[in-house]
């Protein structure tokens, strides 16, 4: 079947601008996660999502981060104001409830120039 | 803080031997563990987990091992081939958490 996918692959912006990130999880993934890959760097947790309660924020590095997810499906991360620093890889992973194994997607690569 | 880590950050091994990538965590409460591999340009693929309550898991041409006392956990790759090229992450989950906490990863070169 369909696994997790992500919108766009690549995206480049100027500094201060606002981007937002699309995932779609694998159909029936109750859970889903944003992680952020750094060049060269392991992957860094950023937020999580069960179903309709409320997500785990603790890994957004400011509060520039924010995400939502609507109808308990797809995903939207959003960084305002973007930063040199925000550069990386945004990876998308979904399973199929809480602490299952998670699936990820092919990310966005995100460049702020 | 509690962290997770690989020993060797590149590995290189000769086309159809057996090749082991290694990682060490530090955190006492992590009850999961997971190995996936990253090709370049691509998110990570889900290759073998291990639960804390056991210390053995085989799949095709991977094993996984824990050992708990020493806060190791191991991939074995059987036969390798050109297409094991990749980068290959471990990864950890503390009981109760949601986000898996990950190494940086080591680089695995199959030499013909």
């Known amino acids: 079947g369909a696994g997790v996918s992500q919108s766009p692959s690549n995206k480049v912006t100027e500094k201060g601008k606002d981007v937002e990130l699309r995932c779609d999880p694998i159909s029936g993934h109750t859970a889903l996660y944003w992680y952020r890959q750094s060049l060269g760097q392991g992957l860094e947790f950023l937020i999580y999502?069960?179903?309709?309660?409320?997500?785990?924020k603790s890994g957004l590095p400011s509060d520039r981060f924010s995400a939502e997810r609507t109808g308990g499906s797809v995903s939207t991360l959003t960084i305002q104001r973007t930063q040199q620093e925000d550069s990386a890889v945004y990876l998308c992973a979904s399973s199929l409830g809480r602490q299952e194994t998670q699936y990820f997607g092919p990310g966005t690569r995100l460049l702020v120039l | 803080g509690e962290s997770v880590g690989l020993h060797l950050p590149t590995l290189s091994v000769q086309e159809g031997d057996n090749s082991i990538i290694n990682c060490a965590y530090s955190?006492?409460?992590?009850?999961?563990f997971i190995w996936y591999k990253q090709e370049s340009g691509k998110g990570p693929q889900f290759i073998i987990d291990i639960r804390s309550n056991m210390d053995k898991r085989q799949g095709q041409r991977v094993t996984v091992l824990l050992n708990k006392t020493v806060k190791h956990l191991s991939l074995q790759i059987a036969a390798t081939q050109p297409g094991d090229s990749a980068v290959y992450f471990c990864a950890e989950r503390a009981g109760g958490a949601d986000g898996l906490t990950f190494g940086k990863g080591t680089h695995l070169i199959i030499q013909p």
């Open positions: 999502f069960q179903g309709n309660s409320a997500p785990d």
């Open positions: 955190n006492s409460a992590s009850d999961y």
